[in-house]
């Protein structure tokens, strides 16, 4: 394939017709407004189209969202380049169409530089550039410091931007030499949120996801930072990735010798799946299991089943093995949910998938997790609704704390810029979350670190993944009527091997419940006038079949006999 090169140069209309309005780098483009349209110019790009161009700024940063045709990646295999001349003066820098470029970055190689008389190569951290989302898409929004100051080149109160494609395959919006004066804006809050760094307890459980780093949270230079990160967050339910040489036993000792946690006064459980995945429970886990390397584990929390996915997918360019392993995933979701699999997952069950996903390459494989879109469906089978009011999961993504950006990954020394690559999806018709937060405790303010416990430098000395923290809270479901007057003609009865159903109402659910009240069976989402095989495990006697619909329930008493 041609690789397509393509350079930005953006125009900046003046500041009169831009909205005073923080700006949040979260994927969601709700808090742009309108008045925050620059520029508009369809149909005029070779091979990419430059489409819509935005600009914003707050006390802290220069935001900019740019759309395309077609989806690209942002984060590699691109000239994608934006030029900045951050004084309005054609007399410094370095020429560039009409302007004096002071600053260059190219995002597709991820680097730059700054002009001063000299050329000074910079990266993604010299200037406090985060950029969203890390997978492909037509819009991206990015973010750069103002107040990076390098070799004297900063942010002025007037500057110019260009985006320019800069060949004759490429665009330029708006057209060449058209760039116009844009003017910081003062006194403009950055849109920081709202969280609780600590556990109130008013919450039903608290859910931490955190990649250590290759077994990072076992050595002694990082033994107290571990220490304040995870006994300060006190989640009830921990899933930790890239944990490789060393089982559950050896991190729940390791965690009490630290003081992390007290397994000494209250009861721990844990348990590891795959090469490099341990969750750590105050609740009993009743199952667990390895999908293709990514970990799916029930947790009973007063008799209440709570089902997590804690995965971890394949790196970088692997979309292959990344789009396999979400496919395995779905498979044993659908058929748990059908009540085929090893587990069954019943009626109204809270569920998420969350982990470091490594989302750099395709957005289709977070539309696959959020919608049960399979990619592969000659082999995993069907597509399936994901939530139980058949929605898709919530995509959580929360604030990193003290920014205006939801992103979970940073390393300064790295070649790519701060992203979001660990997610965290539940289903919302079932649980609600009240309070959430990535924590990065290098920008917490003085007095969040001396409420909170935290030291400034522990997340960067513990791990380049920042740990997701998320309160949930078990909604309750709505009481179903016995309905008596429906038409269903259930048989035979006695059962031998199968049931038949014939009904026009939709069914949920089928559960064949035995004398004491245990479910023996569970299956999901039938076909009308379907034929049900029944376990071969399940003996002979008496049972209740319990028939979910939307409306209701219909409740039937069947003889199960065996040849």
């Excluded at 399940?538 to 065996?562: A, C, D, P, T, W």
Aim: aromatic share 12%; glycine share 6%; hydrophobic share 35%.
């Amino acid at each position: 394939m041609r690789r397509l090169k393509i350079m930005f140069c953006l125009s900046i209309i003046s500041i009169n017709i831009i909205y005073s309005q923080a700006i949040v780098l979260d994927e969601k483009l709700d808090d742009w407004s309108p008045e925050m349209l620059v520029n508009e110019d369809f149909g005029d790009g070779t091979v990419v189209d430059i489409r819509n161009l935005y600009l914003a700024n707050d006390d802290e940063s220069v935001f900019v969202r740019f759309e395309f045709d077609q989806e690209i990646s942002l984060q590699d295999a691109n000239d994608i380049i934006i030029y900045f001349d951050m004084d309005n003066n054609t007399n410094t820098g370095t020429k560039y169409l009409d302007i004096g470029a002071d600053f260059i970055f190219n995002f597709g190689s991820r680097r730059g530089n700054i002009y001063d008389g000299q050329t000074i190569s910079v990266f993604h951290n010299d200037v406090g550039l985060v950029s969203s989302p890390t997978v492909t898409g037509t819009t991206f929004e990015v973010a750069f410091s103002r107040n990076f100051e390098i070799s004297g080149v900063k942010f002025n109160n007037e500057l110019k931007v260009y985006i320019s494609t800069g060949s004759f395959l490429g665009d330029i919006i708006p057209n060449e030499n058209e760039a116009e004066v844009y003017t910081l804006k003062e006194n403009i809050s950055p849109n920081l949120g709202s969280y609780n760094l600590l556990n109130s307890g008013n919450d039903d459980f608290r859910v931490l996801s955190y990649n250590v780093l290759r077994d990072n949270i076992f050595e002694n230079n990082t033994r107290n930072a571990y220490q304040r990160i995870i006994s300060n967050i006190n989640a009830d339910i921990m899933c930790f990735q890239e944990i490789y040489d060393h089982d559950e036993e050896d991190l729940l000792i390791h965690l009490n010798n630290i003081g992390a946690i007290n397994t000494d006064n209250e009861s721990w459980y844990a348990s590891k799946d795959g090469r490099d995945l341990i969750t750590v429970s105050k609740y009993p886990i009743k199952f667990h299991r390895e999908l293709d390397g990514n970990s799916f584990v029930v947790i009973d929390k007063d008799g209440q089943d709570i089902v997590i996915f804690n995965c971890h997918l394949p790196c970088c360019d692997n979309n292959a093995g990344r789009e396999e392993e979400i496919d395995v995933m779905l498979l044993y979701l659908r058929r748990s949910l059908e009540g085929t699999s090893d587990y069954s997952i019943l009626s109204n069950t809270p569920y998420m998938i969350l982990g470091d996903m490594n989302f750099v390459g395709f957005s289709s494989q977070v539309n696959s997790l959020r919608t049960g879109d399979i990619k592969d469906n000659n082999t995993y089978g069907p597509d399936f609704d994901m939530d139980w009011d058949s929605s898709p999961l919530f995509d959580l993504s929360p604030r990193t704390t003290g920014t205006s950006s939801s992103y979970t990954w940073y390393n300064p020394g790295g070649s790519f810029s701060a992203g979001r690559l660990d997610y965290l999806l539940f289903t919302d018709a079932i649980l609600q979350s009240p309070n959430s937060y990535a924590l990065n405790t290098s920008t917490l303010t003085a007095s969040q670190i001396q409420e909170s416990g935290f030291n400034a430098s522990d997340i960067l000395v513990a791990s380049d993944h920042f740990p997701i923290v998320a309160d949930f809270n078990i909604l309750e479901t709505s009481t179903l009527e016995l309905l008596t007057d429906l038409n269903f003609n259930i048989y035979p009865n006695p059962v031998l091997n199968s049931i038949s159903i014939d009904t026009d109402a939709k069914i949920k659910s089928i559960q064949i419940i035995d004398m004491q009240g245990r479910i023996v069976f569970y299956t999901r989402r039938i076909k009308n006038n379907s034929n049900i095989e029944i376990n071969n495990n399940i003996g002979e006697g008496l049972y209740n079949l319990l028939i979910e619909m939307q409306s209701g329930f219909y409740s039937k008493k069947i003889v199960l006999n065996r040849p």
